[in-house]
């Protein structure tokens, strides 16, 4: 929460045009799920785990070394730029290493068997970092950084990402481009963010060909178009690649609150695809789930989502409503359109074309 991106005018710096605001990627929305959980009465039927900083060497293995000390030393200043839209300030740098490390520990927990599964509600987010510069309010790929510590480390074979942030995980999906132990999957908003980035067409490359599946959904979807890439694509995907281990790139910015991006999806929307990844989880891996918080941008409602989230994950429902569900669950558009349909269709082919690579 101590992770400071200064002002702006939304994301962009407010030059002296207009009021800076505080920027849009903050503290508050990730403070108030936690908050949430806690004042839901969830927390009590939850294990807290204590995340530990990712070692250098372990940050070393998706980022270059020039890059690192960059950070460190721009850290250790007033801070900076990481790249490109990714503001920090003084001390980032170390709290970085702690939401990449508290990835790394929630998959120790899991694989180790303290726990079933995880949520790893960490900040700055990571999705969109490249090896050598940082994107996207991204300083380190902490869910890349995380699946290579569970390849590397841990021995484990092979293991999945899906990534249901509404912008494209353009950073996951190049450190594992050309790798077939590691299945990405991205569903987002077609050419928001990064621009060009996450088409149908970017399958992978050499060996990894196939084992990227892009689900580049049209703005506007709603929760049927989001459960019918589950059940059409993300559940097939998974089923036939068999992972080990499954790390969902959890972004709540898919909202239909959310001012960084136009889909529509509920609280309710999140729930059932928890619980269609849950299903798949039971059957390929033993339950064995990691999620890594990645964006999600209206502190309004974000918390509601997270909630309905963890909820499944620990198979305890707290009762308390999300007020705005039925407003939301009400707009039109929320069942799945033809263009979005046609989508879901091709990718789905993709997904049917899927094996499991031998480790
Ligand atoms: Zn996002």
Redesign the pocket.
Known sequence: MWHDTGTGALVMPAGLTVQPLGHIESPEGKRRIRNLVEVSGLMDHLVQLKPRPATEDEILRLHTKEYVERIKNMSSEMGGDAGEETPFGRGSYEIALLAAGGCISAVDAVIDGTVDNAYALVRP?G?HAEKDRGR?FCIFGNIAIAAMHARQSRGVGRVAIVDW???HGNGTEHAFYSDPTVLTISIHQDNN?PPSSGALSDTGSGAGEGYNLNVPLPPGSGVGAYVATFEQVVAPALAAFRPQLILIAS?L?ASAMDP??SMMMTSAGYRTLTRTVLAVARDVCGGRVVACH???YSPAYVPYCALAVIEEMAGVKTGLEDPLLELLAAMGGQDIQPHQEAVVREAAKLAAGLVAAAP
């Open positions: 987010p999705h996207g942030d509404v912008h963010y972004g910015d960084l991006a990645e964006g999600g």
